[in-house]
């Protein structure tokens, strides 16, 4: 059982999940290259296996249990793309998925978990519910807690994202990747640190959901209370695993508003011609703010998932 993680453990990751992700592209944009005075690397994870990142983290670590502890099945809790990417693992591996979503989860993502054949609880969305109903369901049924972001093996997978997009987009000086719970961003840092020493890595979250921002200040974490904001994926404390790995290889963290998220979401849609969700929109949005100086600059930013409820697109809100 890993009590850290490594660059070892995330080559080791893509070695065991390369037949079972996509290799992702990377789109660039003169338009938006001109807009910031930089070059800017958007690795696409919204093409994805199940539209998100999170395919990878989860096929890491269900490919990682042993028979013994697989045979019992997976569980999580998730607001959506860890639950739709945990289904789809066990159903590669052919064991169950136990999936306990809050009542609001976007019905995009919950349709996603259902395809992929996850037996899906749901719970008051909030955190306190949804790991009581995690805890009663692997208590009744011996299944192996696979959670969104506060696991060694998850973490390990997101990075392998990383590991692409360096040798995609060689000599990378920045990289900026949204916050929530820290999975992604832990695993974007140590590969990028690992493999590209001097590179510096920034993480971006909702000013409604600034959890990381003071936690990171502070120097230690600060739970999340409230969280207010459109990016659904980042409604999320950072995981106690997370936050050392966070201290250690993270340069910064930056908040962005509520309008720049939805303002950097549009202009993508409308520049590079393709679906991204609120979370993903996060790191534009700080360099539509100038939260972070990437003049001159070599940026990579993770595009983390493309999974947007058609029906309630931010911009046409009322």
Same mark, same amino acid.
């Given at each position: ?42 690795? #696409? ?23 013994? $502890? ?52 749901? #719970? !008051? ?7 009581? $109903? ?5 208590? !009744? ?44 961003? #832990? ?70 508003? !509520? ?20 979370? #993903? ?18 940026? /990579?930013?993770?595009?983390?998932? /493309? ?12």
């Amino acid at each position: 059982m890993n009590t850290t993680l490594t660059l070892t453990d995330i080559r080791a990751a893509h070695a065991r999940i390369v037949d079972k992700i996509h290799r992702t592209p990377v789109l660039t944009s003169a338009t938006l290259d001109a807009l910031c005075g930089s070059q800017l690397f958007f690795k #696409c994870e919204n093409f994805q296996k199940i539209g998100a990142f999170k395919a990878r983290g989860a096929a890491n670590a269900v490919f990682s249990l042993t028979d013994a $502890e697989a045979a019992r099945g997976v569980a999580t809790h998730s607001s959506g793309n860890h639950a739709a990417a945990l289904a789809r693992a066990a159903r590669l591996r052919g064991i169950p998925a136990h999936i306990v979503m809050p009542s609001n989860a976007p019905k995009t993502k919950i349709e996603s978990v259902r395809r992929n054949g996850g037996i899906i609880v749901f #719970c !008051e969305p909030t955190l306190v519910a949804r790991e009581a $109903e995690c805890a009663r369901i692997i208590a !009744e049924t011996g299944a192996q807690l696979v959670h969104p972001f506060d696991d060694y093996a998850v973490m390990a997978g997101q990075g392998t994202a990383t590991l692409e997009l360096l040798e995609q987009a060689p000599e990378l000086d920045l990289i900026i990747v949204p916050v929530g719970g820290g999975g992604l961003l #832990c695993g974007t840092a140590v590969a990028a640190k690992g493999a590209r020493p001097g590179i510096r890595v920034i993480a971006a979250e909702p000013a409604g959901a600034d959890d990381a921002a003071r936690s990171f200040t502070a120097g230690h974490i600060i739970p999340l209370e409230r969280a207010s904001t459109v990016a659904d994926g980042l409604r999320t404390s950072l995981g106690e695993r997370n936050f050392p790995l966070i201290q250690q290889h993270v340069d910064g963290v930056v908040t962005v508003s !509520e309008e720049s998220i939805v303002a950097a979401m549009r202009r993508i849609w409308e520049v590079l011609k393709i679906i991204i969700e609120p979370s #993903c929109a996060v790191p534009y949005a700080a360099i539509m703010e100038q939260k972070i100086n990437v003049s001159g600059k070599r940026v /990579g930013i993770i595009l983390t998932g /493309g999974n947007v409820d058609l029906d309630a697109l931010p911009w046409l809100a009322k």
